[in-house]
């Protein structure tokens, strides 16, 4: 059973000893079912209002209607019971109004005797909780709520592992491989071959197959940017699966073959005039590998 | 009581006295490991990682699958990690380098004569070329997992802009130890932009701020690779972290 804010209970209680003239001690205790329901037999005071105007006779007031509300009052009371116990925090007190009870008695009575009848005795003017809906969102959201952790430890602690590894390893590579320093700069003197730093070697090697034009300036711009930062304006599909985007990771794939390849060739296998060379047998023709294989 | 527990006990009133004290808990704001009385709660789990101006780079909580090592392999945080290490080393370096006819010797200074000069200068050079790598291996794992699909195309595209100027940033600092290695290399690729249709020549000259490699060059890389081109990689890192978290975290999972 769900707990009924106390300060709403009290409310709803204030109210029902109100209406049934009651105690608020006893309301309560109908309330958490811990005495019976008083049970109300007949219409109290509205009677009285009910017999003043009676006098006017356009108002055919059969006495049939007069205790037809009085179990539709007490038909309410249980319905509040029940749902007053499913109550989670919003509660939407329903007023029933009386009125429909003294309602026979209706506008000729001002006519008569305006003074003397009070039209907002007590029981009358009542708010009384009915129901108690809990409140929920008319459209109901659909995501899922995500697995999460918390950053510190889970995702810092291997965070910082990884960069004190990274440390280490670059540390522990600068002490055994030599940055290289070649002669000073000439620019009379052309060293045979002049290649370019290691990832632009790729293209180098492309333009010795193509003209310029295209391998030095068409390739890079239009693929190497224009199409790399358009690719997810181009591939609209919005699967992440592998599964199920094989186009895409077949491109990529054959992308990193074709640089790579490129790369590797530029780097191992071109030497003096950019003609073929192996590196096992005529050596390396890159300097930024040349001590790496002195080191051995 | 032993003297030992007695050394102890002081041991411990001392750090408590000192960690609860005010310099610590006016330097560190609540939640932090390093104020006294830290104890490994949620809140404190929060507290650590928004009480502080660096880690405040993370959201208090991620998604659990983006934890798992082989999902990232921290490629992207070892990017920035270097990036860093290179700024740190970079700095170091600039006390002993002149970009003038002289670079040549204060680069042989570095690596005969000035302390630790040759192993900061070859983390610089090695650093530099794993940025590149680490780099490309990262934008390798975002394209593999989809990650630049919606709505993180626009990310996709600040990283592809972040390449280019780890490409710019390494290849500017080729030229700067002014040896024939740097000075031909710069050459093989200033020619290539003078292969760019229309402005070609014009983009040439301004690169070498003349016809050729001279020291005019090494003093315009020289800018270029310690001012310009690390500017304007912060403002687009920054740009890119931000939209990391804005875009919903790290992507997935598949």
Known sequence: MVDIPEHLLQRSAEARAKALGISIEQAMAEMKGQSDPTVISKEPEVKVIDETPTPTAETPAPPPETSAPAPAAETVTPIKEEHAAETTEKVAAVKIDEKPAAAKPPPPAKADAPDEVDFAPEVKVTQRLLTVVKAKPIQKPVKEPIDKVNTWPHLMLPEFVALMAMTAFLIFLSAILQAPLLEEANPNVTPNPAKAPWYFLGLQEMLSYWDPQIAGVMIPTVVGLILWMAFPYIDRNPETHPSKRKFAIMFYTFFLAGAGTLTIIGVLFRGPGWNWVYPWIDGIWFDDLLDWIHFE | ?254
């Open chain 2, 1 to 254: 009581m032993s003297f030992r527990d007695r050394l102890k006990e002081t041991r411990a009133k001392a750090s408590d006295g000192f960690r609860g004290g005010k310099l610590m808990s006016s330097i560190f704001r609540p939640g932090s490991p390093f104020r006294k009385g830290y104890v490994d709660s949620p809140r404190n789990r929060s507290y650590v990682v928004m009480n502080n101006v660096l880690y405040h780079l993370h959201p208090v909580k991620v998604k659990r699958h983006g934890v798992r090592l082989s999902y990232t392999l921290c490629l992207g945080g070892l990017s920035f990690f270097l990036f860093i290490v290179l700024t740190i080393t970079g700095i170091w370096l600039m006390f002993y380098f002149r970009p003038t006819e002289l670079a040549y010797v204060d680069i042989q200074n570095l690596q005969t004569t000035i302390a630790f000069g040759s192993l900061v200068r070859n983390m610089h050079r090695w650093g530099a070329h794993l940025m590149v790598l680490v780099v490309f291996l990262h934008m390798s794992r975002v394209f593999y997992h989809g990650a630049y699909k919606a709505p993180r195309e626009f990310n996709w595209v600040i990283g592809v802009i972040l390449l280019l100027l780890t490409l710019l940033l390494s290849f500017t600092g080729y030229l700067l130890p002014w040896d024939q290695l740097a000075i031909w290399a710069v050459t093989v690729g200033g020619n290539m932009a003078g292969y760019v249709p229309v402005v070609g020549a014009q983009v040439k000259f301004g690169l070498f701020a003349g016809l050729e490699a001279t020291t005019a060059t090494l003093l315009r890389f020289y800018v270029l690779h310690v001012l310009f081109f690390p500017f304007i990689i912060v403002i687009f890192m920054a740009v890119h972290f931000w939209r990391v978290r804005k875009d919903g975290g790290i992507s997935g999972p598949l």
